[in-house]
């Protein structure tokens, strides 16, 4: 069976750094691209990035509105990715998800960026 | 910014039949899911690749697309199919490729 465990959420400060992470198991995991999805409170879902396998050449792909700040990383040894978000703002408040595209979900890590 | 553009809200009787779109400009050349989300849960995949059911998603729902326009159906709704269904596809631009969700539509079954 296939599952995905995000971790790392939290209460964060504006301007702050955080760092999720995703396991995934029940599959091989180097074989999958792995993406990132985020929902904030209410609101609809917005697509983050993706990272491809290495044999894709592990290349990223971001939204527009993260690129710069948010970095999308691997590491196929533990079958972990990982969500690097830097210099944080309340809009990125949210539950943020990882996914096997396009069917296999976590239930989501929660971040919420306040003072 | 790429957009895919759904009806805020679709409301239908129960056995009657929904239909929810999904507009744009790349759909003619890229693939829609289709996801249903329920209060408190992660989105279920439902259609893959325009018109393909999802593994243990009931045949009522069904998806099409043709040209710019992407529609789910849900045929003979039923009550536990009110939920949030959000239209997913991918655009390459400039900035590579990205993929990109719907805003979403709530589906009242009553």
């Known amino acids: 069976e296939v599952q995905l465990v995000e971790s790392g959420g939290g209460l964060v400060q504006p301007g702050r750094s955080l760092r999720l992470s995703c396991t995934g198991s029940?599959?091989?995991?180097?074989?999958?691209?792995m993406t990132w999805v985020r929902q904030a409170p209410g609101k609809g879902l917005q697509w983050l990035g993706v990272i491809r396998n290495k044999a894709y050449g592990g290349t990223t792909e971001y939204a527009a509105s993260v690129k710069g700040r948010f970095t999308i990383s691997r590491d196929d040894s533990k079958s972990v990715f990982y969500l690097h978000m830097n210099s944080l703002r309340t809009e990125d408040t949210g539950l943020y998800y990882c996914?096997?595209?396009?069917?296999?979900w976590g239930q989501g890590a929660l971040v919420t960026v306040s003072s | 910014s790429y957009e895919l553009t759904q009806p805020p809200s679709v409301s239908v009787s129960p056995g009657q039949t929904a239909r929810i779109t999904c507009f744009g400009d790349a759909l003619s050349r890229e693939y829609v899911y289709w996801y249903q989300q329920k209060s408190g849960q992660a989105p279920v995949l439902v259609i893959y690749e325009d018109t393909k059911r999802f593994s243990g998603i009931p045949e009522r729902f069904s998806g099409s697309s043709s040209g710019t326009v992407a529609t789910l159906s849900i045929s003979g709704a039923q009550v536990e199919d009110a939920a949030d269904y959000y239209c997913y596809s991918t655009n390459i631009s400039v900035n590579g490729k990205e993929g990109v969700f719907g805003g979403g539509t709530k589906v009242t079954v009553l």
């Open positions: 996914l096997r595209p396009l069917a296999y």
């Open positions: 029940g599959f091989n995991f180097g074989d999958y691209a």
